[in-house]
């Protein structure tokens, strides 16, 4: 399977502290993707990183790649209650397939 | 800007009915991506379509079709509808089908197959 994988499944943290998930996958990618989930509802986009860059940022997310070890971290800084969520990596193949390749996601909660 | 919609919110069908599910893209983008999130299974790519055609498709039986129209929004039709359809259907589209393409989804259409 070329699905990506994400560790911990679970993760349960108090507001401020920060919330660190990984992803590994199988095979060359153009890309790495997070997302996040509320509810079972839509994903929310949350950051691209391409597969020629190692680290990148946006407000309390930090995201770094891996291409010699196929994995992907996200943290989250300074945890609020609202980041309570499913956070999901997705992988852009090399190839120019089009398709992303969703890992099975980490269920993140965050208490007050 | 209005993002990616997506009708009907919930759908309930029973087995061997069919089911057509709508997605409008943002607004410039031209390619709109399909994919079933069902319990146990995660995300799963279903299809591609770009400037109207078929570009690539995941593993899923030929009963799951779609199609794109001139104005770039997408129709998802499942025919002969099996119980282990029941799952959130959800549609993405980006800007265009070259270089680093972020997904942007919409709200998802829940389809239950009774």
């Known amino acids: 399977s070329q699905q990506g994988e994400e560790d911990p499944q679970a993760l349960s943290i108090q507001e401020g502290e920060n919330a660190t998930m990984n992803c590994s996958y199988k095979t060359s990618i153009n890309n790495l993707q997070w997302y996040r989930q509320n509810s079972g509802r839509g994903l929310v986009h949350l950051i691209l990183?391409?597969?020629?860059?190692r680290e990148k940022h946006s407000g309390r997310l930090r995201v770094t790649l891996d291409t010699s070890k196929k994995s992907s971290s996200l943290l989250i800084t300074a945890s609020r209650a609202a980041d309570t969520a499913s956070y999901f990596c997705?992988?852009?193949?090399?190839?120019?397939?089009?398709?992303?390749?969703f890992g099975a996601g980490t269920r993140l909660a965050v208490h007050p | 800007e209005a993002g990616v919609t997506q009708s009907p919110t919930h759908l309930i069908k029973t087995r061997g009915q069919q089911a057509t599910l709508r997605c409008s893209p943002i607004?410039?983008?031209?390619?709109v991506y399909w994919y079933q999130q069902a319990l146990g299974l995660g995300l799963q790519f279903l299809l591609w379509y770009d400037e109207g055609e078929e570009r690539n498709r995941g593993n899923f039986p030929p009963r799951f079709s779609g199609r794109q129209f001139p104005n770039y929004s997408s129709e998802l039709n499942v025919n002969a509808l099996e119980l282990e359809d029941s799952a959130l259907y959800l549609c993405?589209?980006?800007?265009?089908?070259?270089?680093?393409?972020?997904?942007?989804f919409g709200p998802g259409t829940r389809l239950t197959v009774l």
């Open positions: 990183i391409r597969s020629n860059e």
């Open positions: 993405a589209s980006s800007l265009g089908s070259a270089g680093a393409r972020e997904q942007f």
């Open positions: 997705a992988t852009d193949f090399s190839g120019g397939y089009n398709k992303l390749i």
């Open positions: 607004s410039g983008h031209t390619s």
